[in-house]
C-alpha cells in the first residue's frame, strides 16, 4: 500500500495540475456570460478620486459610457492601460474608471505615472459596487448605454481584438 | 538570404537532435556499441548547427534585416548596436532560441565531460536530453519562429521596449536559462537511471557537480532579475512575488533540496527514489514556469506577449517530460531501495528534513501562483498578492533557519543530538546578544525583522564557529558550505532590514528646495532637458548632503523613448555598504518647474544580493572538492579499465 502510494502519488499530483492548466487554457476566454447584460447598473454613490464630488450611476444617463474596474495593484491593467488611453483619447466613448480596492495615494502615482485616460474616476475602496458587477477581479470593462443599461462585458484586460470585434460593433450600434 | 539559412539550419538541428534522441538509446536497449557512440559526435553537431543558427539571429540584428518580422518587431535604426545585439533575446522568439542554444551547449558539455560514466550509461543520458531538445526546437520552428519574412519589409522597426534596453537585462536571461537548462542534466540522469532500472552513487556525484553548477547559475539570475527590478521599475522593490519571478524561484528552491539530498545520496545508499524524484521536479517546475510565462495564463507585467498555441505545445511538451517521468518512476521507484538505515541523529536526518523544508515551501509558492487559476476553472477570479506569499514563506523559512546550523554540526552516520545542541549553545547567546544590540542600535525593530536578523546572527555565528573549531576539516566541500550557509546568514539580515527599516518619503519640491530624509539633505536643483542615443529625458539634479558636507549629485531621469511612445522612469542610486539613497522623478507638477520626487533609504540592500552570491560562491567552491575529484578520477579508472578488458 505505501509503495504504492509513493510511487502514484506524484503522477496523480502532476494530471490533476496538467488537467487545471488544460482546463484553464480552453475556458480562459474573456467572454465569461455576465447575468447582468440587458439588466441595469446597480446603484451606486461613489466619490471620485480627483474632482471632489460624489457621483451616482444617475450622473452618467443620456450618452453611452464604459466603466473600466482597475487599481494601481493590478499588473494587467496596466497592461491594457494604452489601450484604454488610446480608446478615451479617440473620443469613442466616454470612458469611466472604477478605482477598486486601493489606496488613493497609490491609485494617485499610477495614474501619475502612467496617465491618465478617464473622464471621472470613482473610489470604490471598500469593492461594494465591484461585488453588485459581479466583478471577479481586476481589468473589466463594462459597456454602458444612455439608459444605464449594462451592454456587454469583457472580464480581463482590453485588446486590440476585443475591443474590435465585441466592443466597436456594440458602441456602433448605440450611437443615435 | 540570411535568414533563410537560418531557417535551414534550424531544421538540420530538429533533425540532428531526433536522431540523438532515438539512435543512442535504440543502441542501448539492442546493446549495440556502434550506435551508443553515436551519442557524442551528434551532441556536439547539434551545438554546432544551434549556435550558428543563433548566431545568424544576432547578426539579422546587427545589420537591421527588417525584412525578418521578429527583427523589425523589437528593433529600429536608432537602437544602440549592444541593445540590437540583446534585443535578440528580448522577446519570445529570441528568447526561446536562446534556450535551445544553452539547453544544445549543456548537451555538448555533457558529452565532453562525462568521461567517469560508462557508455551505457552516457548513451542514455544523451538521448534523454536529446528528447528535451527536439521538443523545445520543435517548439521554436512550428510556434515561435524568429526567421519569418514579412513582404515588403518596413522601412524602420518598431523599437525594443525600453525596460529591456539595459545591461540587467543583457546577462539576466542568459543566466537564468544557463540554471534552467542546467537542471535538465539532473532530470535526464534520473530518467536514465529509472530506464536502467538501477541507481549507484557514482551517477549520483557525477550528477551532483552538474546541478551545484545550474543552480548556482539560477542563484546568480535570479539576483540580477531582482537587482534590475529594484533599479529599472522605479519603485524601489527587490521582489513581487510575480508569477514570472515565481517561476525562477520555484526551480531554485527544488533544486536547493536536490542539492541537499544529492549529498547524502551520493554517499550511502538511502533517499534514491526521493533524489530522482526532486530532480524530476526541479526541471518540470523549469518548463511549467516557461508554460505560465509564454501562455498567458496568467498576466504578470512580463509576459508581453501571450498565444494560446504555445500554451497547448509548451502544456504538451510538459506532459511528456514531466508525465513520462513520473510514469515511469511510477512503476521503476520500488526497485531503487535503499538499503542503508539512516540513523536519526545525523546529518543525514537533518539533510532530509532540509529537503522537505523546501519541497513544502515550493509548493506553496506553487499553490499561490496557480490559486487565481484553479478559482478560474470554478468560473471565479481572485488574485493572490505578495501579503501570501511573504507571510508563507517567512513562516517556512523559521524551521529552516532555526535547523540549518544542528545539520552542519551533526556529523554523518551517527551522532549525539545532546552533544550538538550543547556545542551551539553559545551561538545561540551570542546571536541573542547581537540581536537585542541590533534592536537598540536601530531604535526598535518589527517581530519580522528581529527574527530574521537572529536567524541571520545564529547562523553566522554558528558557521564561523563551525569553521573555526574544525580547521582540519578545511576541502572544498567544507568552505562551499559554509560560504553559501554565512550567505544565508548576510541574506537574511539585509533583507530583514531592508523590508522593515526602509524609509520612504514622496515629497514635492521646487527648483532650490531642501529637504531632510533619515538625516540626510536632498537639495533640488531642478529639471532639464536632455538628448541621449534614441531617447529623450527630463533629468532631475538633485544635491545630496549630510550636515552641509555634500556627498554626492544624483540624476533621475524620466525618458521617453518616441518610438514606442512609452516614458520610463530611470532612477538614480548611490550605492553604499548600509545603505542605498536612491531618488525617482514622479511628474512635473506645475510650469514652474516644481516636481513630485520620490526619496528612498534602503538599509543594507545590498547584503542582501551580496548574500545571495555567496551562496552562488558556495556551491561553486564545492565544484573543487578534492573528495569528489579524487572520486570521480577512480570512477575514470574504472570505466577505462573495464574498456580495456572488453577490447
Not at chain 1, 477581479?137 to 486590440?160: N, S, W, Y
Not at chain 2, 520543435?138 to 519589409?153: D, G, K
Not at chain 2, 551561538?427 to 536567524?455: E, K, M, P, Q, S
Not at chain 2, 521646487?510 to 527630463?538: C, H, L, M, R, W
Request: with cysteine; proline share 5%.
Amino acid at each position: 500500500m505505501k509503495k504504492a502510494l509513493i510511487a502514484l502519488l506524484p503522477l496523480s499530483i502532476f494530471a490533476a495540475l496538467i488537467g487545471l492548466l488544460y482546463v484553464n487554457l480552453s475556458t480562459h476566454s474573456e467572454d465569461l456570460p455576465s447575468p447582468l447584460i440587458g439588466k441595469p447598473v446597480p446603484p451606486f454613490k461613489h466619490p471620485t478620486l480627483y474632482s471632489n464630488q460624489v457621483l451616482t450611476e444617475q450622473d452618467f444617463r443620456g450618452q453611452p459610457w464604459l466603466l473600466n474596474v482597475f487599481g494601481s495593484w493590478c499588473p494587467s491593467c496596466q497592461y491594457e492601460h494604452p489601450l484604454v488611453t488610446a480608446l478615451a483619447q479617440s473620443g469613442t466613448i466616454k470612458v469611466v474608471g472604477l478605482n477598486w480596492k486601493d489606496e488613493a495615494v497609490d491609485a494617485d502615482r499610477w495614474l501619475r505615472k502612467w496617465g491618465n485616460p478617464y473622464h471621472e474616476i470613482l473610489v470604490d475602496y471598500e469593492g461594494d459596487t465591484a461585488i453588485n458587477l459581479g466583478v471577479y477581479g481586476a481589468p473589466e470593462t463594462f459597456l454602458i448605454d444612455a439608459q444605464g443599461i449594462i451592454v456587454h462585458k469583457i472580464t480581463g484586460v482590453l485588446t486590440e481584438e476585443n475591443i474590435r470585434e465585441q466592443l466597436m460593433p456594440r458602441i456602433e450600434q448605440l450611437r443615435p | 538570404m540570411l535568414a533563410n539559412t537560418g531557417q535551414f539550419l534550424l531544421v538540420l538541428a530538429l533533425c540532428t537532435s531526433a536522431v540523438l534522441m532515438v539512435l543512442p538509446m535504440v543502441g542501448y536497449f539492442k546493446n549495440n556499441e556502434q550506435l551508443m557512440k553515436t551519442g557524442r559526435p551528434l551532441s556536439y553537431l547539434l551545438f554546432v548547427l544551434v549556435l550558428t543558427t543563433f548566431v545568424i539571429l544576432v547578426s539579422l540584428f546587427v545589420m537591421q534585416d527588417f525584412s525578418v518580422t521578429y527583427v523589425w518587431q523589437h528593433s529600429s535604426l536608432e537602437l544602440p548596436l549592444r541593445y540590437r545585439i540583446t534585443a535578440t533575446w528580448g522577446a519570445h522568439e529570441g528568447s526561446v532560441l536562446m534556450w535551445v542554444t544553452v539547453q544544445a551547449l549543456w548537451i555538448a558539455a555533457v558529452a565532453r565531460y562525462s568521461r567517469s560514466l560508462s557508455l551505457s550509461q552516457v548513451s542514455r543520458v544523451l538521448s534523454v536530453l536529446g528528447i528535451i531538445a527536439t521538443g523545445f526546437l520543435a517548439f521554436v520552428l512550428f510556434a515561435s519562429n524568429p526567421f519569418e519574412i514579412t513582404n515588403p519589409a518596413p522601412l524602420d522597426g518598431r523599437d525594443l521596449n525600453p525596460l529591456l534596453q539595459d545591461f540587467g537585462m543583457i546577462i539576466h536571461p542568459p543566466l537564468l536559462y544557463f540554471g534552467y537548462v542546467g537542471l535538465s542534466v539532473a532530470f535526464a540522469l534520473a530518467v536514465a537511471a529509472l530506464i536502467g532500472g538501477q541507481i549507484d552513487e557514482k551517477w549520483i556525484r557525477w550528477s551532483r557537480r552538474w546541478t551545484n553548477l545550474a543552480w548556482a547559475f539560477l542563484t546568480v539570475g535570479i539576483i540580477l532579475g531582482s537587482w534590475w527590478a529594484y533599479y529599472e521599475l522605479g519603485w524601489g522593490g527587490w521582489w513581487f512575488w510575480d508569477p514570472v519571478e515565481n517561476a525562477s524561484f520555484l526551480p531554485w528552491l527544488a533544486g536547493t533540496a536536490l542539492i541537499h539530498v544529492q549529498a547524502v545520496s551520493e554517499r550511502k545508499n538511502a533517499f534514491r527514489g526521493w533524489t530522482v524524484l526532486l530532480a524530476i521536479i526541479a526541471f518540470s517546475l523549469c518548463v511549467l514556469g516557461t508554460f505560465l510565462v509564454r501562455s498567458g495564463s496568467i498576466t504578470s507585467v512580463h509576459s508581453f506577449a501571450a498565444d494560446p498555441f504555445r500554451g497547448v505545445f509548451i502544456l504538451v511538451l510538459l506532459g511528456i517530460y514531466a508525465g513520462g517521468a513520473l510514469t515511469l518512476y511510477a512503476l521503476r521507484v520500488n526497485q531503487l531501495r535503499s538499503r542503508d538505515a539512516i540513523n536519526l541523529e545525523s546529518r543525514e536526518t537533518m539533510l532530509l528534513a532540509n529537503s522537505l523544508i523546501f519541497i513544502t515551501s515550493t509548493f506553496t509558492i506553487l499553490l499561490g501562483t496557480l490559486f487565481p487559476m484553479i478559482f478560474e476553472a470554478m468560473g471565479k477570479k481572485i488574485s493572490v498578492g505578495s501579503p501570501y506569499f511573504g507571510l508563507m514563506f517567512f513562516l517556512l523559512m523559521i524551521p529552516m533557519a532555526v535547523l540549518l546550523p544542528l545539520g552542519a554540526q551533526l556529523k554523518w552516520h551517527k551522532d549525539k543530538m545532546g552533544a550538538a545542541i550543547k556545542a551551539l549553545l553559545p551561538h545561540f547567546f551570542i546571536a541573542t546578544a547581537l540581536t537585542v544590540g541590533a534592536y537598540f542600535l536601530f531604535d526598535g525593530l518589527n517581530l519580522r525583522a528581529t527574527a530574521g536578523i537572529f536567524g541571520g546572527f545564529w547562523i553566522a555565528s554558528s558557521s564561523v564557529g563551525q569553521i573555526l573549531k574544525f580547521p582540519g576539516r578545511m576541502n572544498a566541500g567544507f568552505v562551499g558550505m559554509s560560504v553559501a550557509h554565512l550567505g544565508v546568514a548576510v541574506f537574511l539580515f539585509g533583507m530583514s532590514m531592508t523590508e522593515h527599516k526602509d524609509v520612504e518619503k514622496d515629497i514635492l519640491l521646487k527648483p532650490g528646495q531642501t529637504t531632510q530624509v533619515a538625516g540626510y539633505d536632498f537639495t533640488f536643483n531642478g529639471v532639464s532637458q536632455v538628448k541621449i542615443e534614441n531617447y529623450q529625458a527630463q533629468q532631475g539634479s538633485i544635491q545630496v548632503s549630510q550636515n552641509g558636507r555634500p556627498i554626492v549629485e544624483l540624476n533621475p531621469q524620466k525618458r521617453f523613448y518616441p518610438k514606442q511612445q512609452q516614458p520610463m522612469t530611470e532612477a538614480d542610486i548611490y550605492p553604499g555598504f548600509t545603505k542605498d539613497i536612491y531618488v525617482s522623478l514622479g511628474e512635473a507638477v506645475n510650469d514652474q518647474g516644481d516636481w513630485a520626487v520620490r526619496i528612498y533609504i534602503k538599509p543594507f540592500i545590498r547584503w542582501m544580493w551580496f548574500g545571495g552570491l555567496m551562496m552562488m560562491a558556495g556551491a561553486v567552491i564545492a565544484l573543487f572538492s578534492k573528495r569528489s575529484q579524487r572520486l570521480e578520477q577512480q570512477q575514470v579508472d574504472q570505466v577505462m579499465q573495464e574498456r580495456l578488458k572488453l577490447s
